[in-house]
């Protein structure tokens, strides 16, 4: 038998990077860890892009990994980049490759790390065995763990809708957009559809921009709007929470804090940001129902103010507009056709959108891992039933509701238990906080 690896991260994106470089930090040899995923460490599916116009959606100073050093980016940043593009009116907003490359850097540099063990292949299955945990993996092999910490992330986005297309349809139609690299093969004068009106979909305006796109540019959507640019907000004031909020409650409150200006103002912004760092704490203390029905009924404004673009994507876009080059389309693609060479999109209202390429813009889909750990019986789903539930230690719940002492998850994975931990200073500050409860 295999003597079991003594710390497994199963995943290879940011939150495994920023995870072993915690635990490095706090004494836990790099021989003692092994990562597992099929790519370079630290990249994952948000910095593992390579379109020079997919940028940070937040300004330099925000991605923090260590507390202590919240500019450790920015200066870096400064010293590493070749960007000239990156500064604006509300601070530097990086492109993402960058940061990937900063991530990955960060950790070769941690002392310890190049004895960091990384197999490249993503884990099938988990299931406890004797006190440790037994890992299987896609190319058919095991290997056993004393502790394990699940990173797996931001599933790759799926179709939300029928597909009907041939083996020849991949070039026009693009179903995970989030490495980039399809944008070098659309025509100037494609007819672009983009499938969902969020940041994915002003990451793809911004770089058929960025490449001289000459065609029309159609975005199917529930409602004919963007996420609000980013300002340069400042926290200044620190708001009395009311004790026992009802989910009605908090609404209310967020609606008087929120001063009656635009939400792309920095007043705006500035009270939105003063209430979110209070706000888990209070999605917390919901019950499972209450989760629910709050993201049914205000999850998409949440969604719009919470992931703001950068200046730049929405400069992008408003070139776009001023050369009427961009429409919405409003309602819900129901099913997709490729057929000589059109891609035909027929939508809830019984309208059809022609066009030359559609690209998934949709968000997160579903992760495979998580999903099997949850159908095997092995654990208990989270609130909103899309992940795992786990506790304030990010210990992994079993179906009893008991936290597993050898099974952990960071990452977003962790929102329906956690509340807003999707940023990359927020997994930063999970990574820290684990390290130190591992090492303790
Ligand atoms: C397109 C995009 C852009 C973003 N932009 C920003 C931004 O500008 N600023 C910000 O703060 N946040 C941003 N985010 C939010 C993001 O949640 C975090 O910043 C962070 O990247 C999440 O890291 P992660 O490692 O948890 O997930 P991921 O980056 O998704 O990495 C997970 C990794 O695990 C691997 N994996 C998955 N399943 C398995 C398995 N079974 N076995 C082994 N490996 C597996 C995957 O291949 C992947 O590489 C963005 C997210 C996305 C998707």
Request: net charge neutral; hydrophobic share 40%.
């Amino acid at each position: 038998m295999q003597i079991p690896k003594e710390i497994v991260i199963i995943g290879d994106g940011y939150a495994a990077a920023v995870m072993a470089m915690h635990l490095l930090r706090k004494g836990i040899a790099g021989d003692a860890m092994t990562i597992i995923g099929p790519r370079v460490a630290g990249k994952g599916n948000a910095y593992g892009c390579a379109n020079p116009f997919f940028r940070l959606n937040i300004r330099e100073d925000l991605p923090t990994i260590f507390s202590e050093d919240p500019l450790h980016f920015a200066r870096w940043a400064k010293d590493h980049t070749n960007d000239p593009d990156a500064k604006t009116g509300a601070g530097s907003f990086y492109r993402r490759r960058d940061f990937g490359s900063y991530v990955v850097q960060l950790l070769h540099d941690t002392q310890g790390a190049p004895e960091i063990e990384h197999v490249l292949a993503k884990v099938k299955q988990l299931r406890p065995e004797s006190g440790h945990w037994t890992i299987a993996l896609d190319d058919g092999s095991q290997l056993s763990a004393n502790r394990v910490i699940i990173a797996t992330g931001n599933a790759p986005p799926v179709w939300p809708c029928a597909v009907s297309s041939s083996a020849q349809s991949s070039e026009r139609l693009v179903e995970n957009p989030w490495p980039g690299d399809y944008l070098e093969r659309i025509r100037p004068d494609d007819h672009v559809i983009l499938l969902g009106g969020g940041l994915t979909a002003l990451d793809a305006i911004s770089a058929l921009v960025g490449q001289g796109h000459r065609g029309m540019v159609s975005v199917i959507s529930p409602r004919a709007i963007f996420p609000p640019v980013q300002a340069l907000w400042k926290r200044c004031n620190q708001p009395q929470m009311p004790k026992n909020l009802s989910p009605r409650g908090l609404v209310c409150f967020m609606r008087h804090y929120l001063p009656k200006m635009p939400a792309d103002s920095p007043e705006w912004q500035s009270a939105w940001e003063e209430l979110r760092p209070h706000l888990n704490e209070v999605w917390q203390q919901f019950s499972a129902h209450d989760r629910r029905t709050l993201l049914k009924r205000v999850g998409w404004v949440w969604s719009l103010y919470r992931f703001r673009a950068s200046p730049q994507t929405i400069a992008a876009y408003a070139y776009l507009q001023t050369r009427n080059q961009v429409q919405f389309a409003l309602g819900r693609a129901k099913h997709i056709t490729h057929l000589e060479e059109k891609i035909r999109v027929q939508m809830s209202s019984g309208t059809e959108l022609v066009g030359d390429r559609i690209i998934n813009c949709t968000g997160v889909g579903s992760d495979p891992l998580t999903n099997e750990l949850i159908a095997s019986g092995l654990v208990a789903s989270d609130a909103l039933l899309q992940s795992i539930a786990v506790n304030t230690d990010f210990r992994v719940m079993n179906p009893e509701q008991e936290p597993y002492a050898n099974l952990w998850m960071i990452g977003p994975a962790t929102m329906g238990s956690l509340g807003d931990v999707v940023a990359s200073s927020a997994i930063a500050k999970q990574a820290e906080q684990l390290a130190g409860q591992i090492t303790e």
